[in-house]
């Protein structure tokens, strides 16, 4: 079965600074990958989507970006961080014959 | 695009109560169906899906499920609770037909709170 490693598992950064998560998978190939956003209290809003390398599709304008350098890791940056990019960030993926998809652990972002 | 409504944003129920969330979603075109349950701090785990087939559905934990195409719902339900029952409870419906392939929908999820 698949694994999904999310990294780091919390994180605190003050306004303005860069951004750099982590997602990668092992147990599968060429899945669909995506990043969730989940602001306090509030469901699940979709990032980004990813259906292979190089490939994203952006749902949000935002100044959040995502990038795939390999076919198992999915990075989501932001060059200046924003108070309200403060949440639980959740790394999906879905295999290509499936209809499920499974979450990760997720980062905890805090930005004071 | 499909909107997934979740009714109840906060369920109290007491140990060993049964308990029922609800679930309704917009569109009647074909569709699979997911019940995630989140613990505190934890990414969503899969606690139960419809595809096809019975449209009584059983999961993880005790749970199951029944999908209701004329109703387009998908409640949840457990006979008896436990405290470790006590999470965010997300449906998600995901369009069979849709361009996009994949895309997932979420509800705004269900706090469902198990009082001793």
């Known amino acids: 079965s698949q694994t999904i490693h999310q990294w780091p598992a919390t994180l605190v950064q003050p306004v303005g600074s860069p951004l750099s998560l982590e997602c990668t998978v092992e147990?599968?190939?060429?899945?669909?990958l995506y990043w969730y956003r989940q602001a306090a209290g509030r469901g699940l809003q979709l990032l980004f989507y990813?259906?292979?390398?190089?490939?994203i599709s952006s749902e949000v304008p935002q100044n959040l970006s995502a990038s795939r350098p390999q076919d198992r890791q999915f990075i989501l940056s932001s060059k200046k961080l924003l108070l309200s990019d403060s949440g639980f960030y959740l790394c999906?993926?879905?295999?290509?014959?499936?209809?499920?998809?499974?979450f990760g652990p997720g980062t905890r972002l805090l930005v004071l | 695009a499909q909107s997934v409504t979740q009714l109840d944003s906060q369920v109290p129920v007491f140990e060993e109560a049964p308990v029922e969330l609800r679930c309704n979603y917009s569109s009647s075109v074909s569709v699979y169906l997911f019940w995630y349950v989140q613990y505190p701090n934890q990414g969503l785990q899969l606690l139960l899906k419809?595809?096809?087939?019975?449209?009584l559905v059983k999961g993880i934990n005790g749970f199951e499920a029944e999908f209701n195409k004329s109703q387009t719902s998908f409640d949840l339900r457990k006979p008896s609770v436990h405290i470790s029952d006590t999470a965010e409870y997300f449906c998600?419906?995901?369009?069979?037909?849709?361009?996009?392939?994949?895309?997932?929908?979420f509800g705004t999820g269900t706090s469902l709170t198990v009082i001793p």
């Open positions: 999906a993926l879905q295999k290509r014959d499936e209809e499920t998809q499974y």
């Open positions: 990813s259906v292979g390398i190089g490939q």
């Open positions: 419809y595809l096809s087939g019975s449209t």
């Open positions: 147990g599968t190939s060429n899945p669909n």
């Open positions: 998600a419906v995901s369009d069979v037909s849709s361009n996009y392939g994949n895309q997932f929908y």
